[in-house]
């Protein structure tokens, strides 16, 4: 059976129909929509790499049925440069070496961002630490993660505060 | 996965319909159903999503005080609601110690409720499971067990049910709203989980077609506001499931319990609600022997079931320390590690 | 084509601007955007999906397929199996060379593990193959599996790791003992263990004609093209593999394993280019696990603390189909003096898939047996672990007496102490609280790891426009390779790393060698620089014998190549740019090559280690013996340095995968069945951000004139030697309890606190 299903992905709205009620948010961006930044590390909810932001929240788009969330606003790794200006997250992750492997750096980046949206952590490290433990890396970039997300998280306040100045 | 027919209902009455029919499976948020359709654990012929439905998103307080919480509020929302975490902060503590942030900005309350357990054995098909398979055996019982069940456990399965959630409900008296073939009723939280017995395929009392819409805690539930909280022993500081874990709250008048809850998580098939132990500390003053013998009647009757006598005293060792800092009084601030015992970020040392 | 080796050449003669310098990852954009490609990624027109069925046994035969129900499912194309496969060229049994492992390529029904993969079900959806790789439902003859460390008779195998003898001697151990003052007899257990890079092995096939073009992750790219050609009966020159980037290897990436073959054989039947994925579970047998091990420690010491011997035996397992040992007692060869030394293995066959080399093989789980024995036989001397570990300090490499290449140990202790705060260490365990009343201890652990080099090759070349060319089919899987090695091809080059094209990750590019025993960047690096300085001798060639270059005739005083000029080196006023040389000699481009290998003969002569000092500070809870570190220090010594960042972060993750050592990660096998039950990501625990604390890396000065042209040791394995006993030690400090049995669990602590 196809089901017409309408998502806004990356500020772009995509009508499509999807021929298949199983597929994933996960495997609908990757293997039918060409977006493949977002990563499959265990399409089981406990790794973080398919990390995305729906309708402005972070969760794991391998636990996500895409015909679940027609209708959804979807905003992926490949959504955040602005051409050449990068996020400051993603600018922080370069500058503290928030990465090796780069594998999990799409996810933890979506759900920094995603965590900073959530205002949970302030800039105290110990709670960014545990907002973040649901994004394994393997690699153990954990120390650069912490610091290049309090940094942007901070930058983005200053910007947000000239903002409303 | 299997193929499936997905369905997607207007109203709840729909819903209930659809959802009746044999292999029919209710799709919340999915982050447990889809983990088990993907291991081939649940194989159902037709989804029934529930997550385009109106109004049961909505947190609201009742004119009797109750706190009304609908089905498909995440758990996220539910944890980060304010007045909620004033109200009831043993349950946002708990909520916050479960799973990711993502796994919880996704999952709901409804959902929450009907996690299948963690055992190993129910999760791989090749194993005999009575819970997945009725009748087969299970292979936990002389298998790698050291995380499975020390109360209400049968010989037919030793699984434990994992929602950390669910311990400071119980404790707290929740409610849970059920709308059915029958119509609308409701049942204590309590009642809602089975022990194993004969039948470990049966977890719940909901029949089918019937839909969680939505979990209240009683007026109560807010008395115990100024002494509650949630700890829960890990093998990791965050994203793992309790070891053990223990919701307390403690309503303290004039420097006596006027009344306990104590409720006790990984130990047993359901969220373990420690009665016995609740009318010890009735009347005591709050105090480090109280605890202790709370704690002995919280664990009586506990027994291995394998590999893990020692979760029975880890477990009096938690109710005594979750019993201690509720008395102590709930901190300001849900801490930064919630429910674990590394909550203080404090770092002097004394040599 | 000139070649010059520069192993024994002097690599000071230029002077860098880039070696040493901690530039960000060249591939960050890339890394951070989304865009850097990894073989997942790739999904050329007409793909199909391909999705493996595994056993759910350990040991039998798969008597049936229902390979019609999977045939039915809408969009199943085709079902490999042991009946339904294109032929190979030759039997994936047969060990062509020492590096060839036996793998699972559908040769037959038998059952050797659990998770071997049993058929491949090809899809138009990865949908449609999954499921069809579940409908196969086989039905099995099953034996009963050998499980655990004394599964069977136990054997000494032939050798451990690659080459090593099981069994070595120096000195006599059981006089040793018998003279000692104190003993101690202890022993040990680590459990298997899976490399789990975040990106699961993958692998997009795409036959065209008889030439084959390959997206995979590999830490080999010319050794896995060598298998696929020998495997498929083709010309190497048939084949093209791309590995871009790789999500993590740690050893579990080196060599061409089966999943990678299953791939390019269904790409082959259905005449389509097919993308082959494993699931997370999947990972958990084909794809290679550090071996369980036993070690039993027997230590003596004389009355002032000094070792008299040191015996080190080691239990571990192999497959029932083919040989890797975990050379666990290695770890006892090199570190701490004594008279006697004695290090023995042996093992038996369990039904397992092949144990392979895991970040630091042999080394990581022989340090935290060997780094716990040494804690516990200081605290039986009543000495301070640190003063233990320097009153053995060795001078010289215990079992042969030769002299270190370079050995800055002693600083690192130093330097880790003070940073740390060892000083105030009480010596008593369960001394130490902090104000939340949690139980605090300290540990430490002395790394090693061997400074190696395999063999390498590169291609350089200078453009008639200035830039360069740097080949070299180098692998990058988080290291940081495609950012060192550039900044070591640009300094050999003798330009700006921005005017240099820094070409790697294909197979069609020179040979790298094997991305593995922290090797890499030494040896890449020396093919490098040995083809820089052989491309920048050929353009000296040019502009020395050159009348009008102002370089004519600086013959035997030599040029040094600096920011795309060659100078005169005694006259630094005369120089001329690489364009004009080029543009004046009417050549569009010069290249050369260069290798990097060993130099026997300082092999021969020095034993060649890096070392480092790691210190750690655990919590744990005193009635719920829930653990956490909250602090690590860690002091290497590792030749030089060639980008501080990426260093530093290589050994911070070799410090988790030590916290993770001794704390979280194990593989929990089914007695029964010879089954993983944990084989997944959430409760086969790896280390999340909250379990990692502050950590500190001090990298320690070392000249190295020995090792290689460059002085590189190698920092990818060390940081988790050292590391993992550093905090079991701590463990043990915190609560007088000393666990021997890792990783830590609760129950252990539990009813001894």
Known sequence: ?????????????????????????????????????????????????????????????????????????????????????????????IAHDGFQCGFCTPGQIMSAIGMIGEGQAG???ERVRECMSGNLCRCGAYVGIVDAVLEAQGQMDETNQRRSA | MKQFDYVRPATVTEAVAAAAQPGAAYLAAGTNLLDLMKGGVSRPDRLVDVTHLDGLDQIETLADGSLRIGALVSNADLAHDAEFARSYPAVAEALLSGASAQLRNAATVGGNLLQRTRCAYFYDTASRCNKRAPGSGCDARDGENRSHAVLGWSESCIATHPSDFCVPLVALGAIVEIEGRGGRREIALDELHRLPGEAPERESVLEP????????????????????RYLKVRERTSYAFAVVSAAAALRIENGRIAEARLALGGVAAKPWRARAAEDVLKGMAPTADAFQEAASHALKGAKPSGDNAFKIELARRIVLRALTLAATGTPARIPALPASPFASISGALHV | MSELNLTSAPAHLRHGSNIGQPLTRRDGILKVTGQATYAADNHPPGMLFAVIAAASIARGR????????????????????????????????????????????????????????????????????????????????????????????????????????????????????????????????????????????????????????????????????????????????????????????????????????????????????????????????????????????????????????????????????????????????????????????????????????????????????????????????????????????????????????????????????????????????????????????????????????FQAEARAAIRRDGSGVMEIGAHDMGQGAWTALAQIAADAVGLDIDSLDFKSGTSDLPDAGIAGGSAHTATAGAAIHSAG??????????????????????????????????????????????????????????????????????????????????????????????????????????????????????????????????????????????????????????????????????????????????????????GITGSAGAVANAVWHATGVRVRKFPIRIEELLTQL
């Open chain 3, 62 to 453: 798969v008597v049936s397929l229902d390979v019609a129900a999977a045939k039915r499912h809408p969009g199943v194309v085709d079902v490999m199996t042991p009946e339904h496969k294109p032929p190979l060229a030759i039997d994936p049994e047969i060990k062509t060379n020492p590096f060839v492992f036996r793998m699972e390529a559908l040769q037959s029904n038998e059952v050797r593990y659990a998770n071997q993969p049993i058929a491949v079900v090809i899809a138009e959806t990865l949908e449609a193959a999954t499921e069809g790789a579940a409908l196969l439902a086989p039905r099995y003859e099953t034996l009963p599996p050998l499980v655990g460390l004394d599964a069977g008779e136990s054997f000494v195998p032939p050798v451990v790791g690659v080459g090593n003898p099981a069994e070595s001697y120096h000195g006599d151990v059981e006089a040793g003992l018998a003279a000692a003052d104190k003993q101690i007899d202890a022993t040990y257990e680590t459990p298997p263990q899976y490399h789990n890079a975040m990106e699961p092995h993958a692998v997009v096939a795409h036959w065209d004609g008889d030439r084959l073009s390959v997206d995979m992750p590999t830490q080999g790219l010319k050794l896995s093209l060598a298998r696929i050609a020998e495997l498929f009966g083709i010309a190497h020159d048939k084949i093209h593999v791309r590995s871009p980037f790789l999500g993590g290897g740690f050893g579990s990436k080196g060599l061409m394993g089966g999943p990678p073959v299953l791939g390019i054989m269904a790409a082959k039947l259905v005449g389509r280019p097919v993308k082959l994925v494993l699931r997370r579970e999947q990972m958990y047998g084909p794809v290679g696990h550090r071996a369980p091990t036993r070690q039993r420690l027997r230590l003596g010491t004389d009355t002032e603390g000094r070792l008299t011997a040191l015996d080190h035996h080691a239990r571990t397992v192999s497959s029932t189909f083919d040989d890797f040992y975990e050379p666990a007692a290695g770890a006892s060869h090199t570190l701490y003096a004594a008279p006697a030394i004695r290090t023995s293995h042996d093992a038996v066959r369990v039904n397992t898939g092949t144990p392979l080399f895991m970040r630091a093989p042999g080394e990581a789980t022989g340090s935290i047996a060997l780094e716990s024995a040494i804690d516990e036989m200081a605290w039986a001397c009543g000495m301070d672990p640190l003063a233990f570990r320097l009153k053995n300090y060795a001078e010289v490499e215990p079992m042969t007496g030769r002299p270190f290449s370079s050995k800055a140990l002693r600083a690192c202790y130093e330097q880790g102490a003070a940073r740390f705060g060892w000083a105030k260490r009480p010596l008593q365990p369960r001394q130490m609280r902090d104000d939340a009343g949690l139980l605090v201890g300290w540990g430490m652990g002395t790394a090693t790891f061997p400074a190696l080099m």
């Open chain 1, 1 to 93: 059976m196809n089901h017409s299903i309408s998502l806004t992905v990356n500020g772009a709205r995509r009508d499509f129909v999807l021929d298949d009620p199983r597929v994933t948010l996960l495997d609908l961006l990757r293997e039918r929509l060409d977006l493949t930044g977002t990563k499959k590390g265990c399409d089981r909810g406990q790794c973080g790499a398919c990390t995305i932001l729906v309708d402005g929240k972070r969760i794991n788009s391998c636990l996500a049925l895409a015909i679940s969330n027609d209708g959804a606003d979807i905003l992926t790794i490949e959504g955040l440069a602005r051409g050449d200006q990068l996020h400051p997250v993603q600018a922080a992750f």
């Open chain 1, 123 to 125: 800039n105290d490290p």
């Open chain 2, 209 to 228: 077609g019937d839909l969680i819409v939505a979990v209240r805690l009683p007026p109560a539930a807010r008395g115990f506001a100024a002494h509650a």
């Open chain 3, 533 to 718: 300085a052989a491309v920048i001798a050929k353009l000296a060639d040019l502009a020395t014998s050159d009348e009008r270059s102002p370089l004519f005739g600086a013959g035997n005083a030599g040029v040094i190549a600096r920011e795309g000029r060659l100078i005169r080196r005694d006259d630094e006023s005369r120089s001329e740019s690489y364009s004009e040389i080029l543009a004046r000699a009417g050549v569009a481009e010069i290249e050369a090559r260069g290798t990097g290998a060993a130099n026997p003969a300082a092999m021969e002569q020095y034993a060649m280690h890096a070392h480092g000092a790691v210190f750690a500070e655990v919590k744990v809870d005193p009635e719920l013996g829930q653990i956490r570190v909250s602090r690590m220090v860690g002091a290497f010594a590792a030749g030089r340095i060639i980008n501080p960042r990426m260093v530093q972060s290589q050994l911070f993750g070799g410090m988790i995968w030590g916290l993770s050592f001794a704390l979280h990660e194990e593989a929990i096998t089914d007695r029964r069945t010879g089954r993983i039950m944990n084989a997944n990501l959430g409760e086969y625990h790896l280390p999340v951000n909250a379990d990692v604390p502050p950590l500190d890396v001090i990298t320690v000065e070392e000249h190295d004139p020995h090792v290689n042209a460059l002085g590189i040791k190698g920092v990818g394995e060390i």
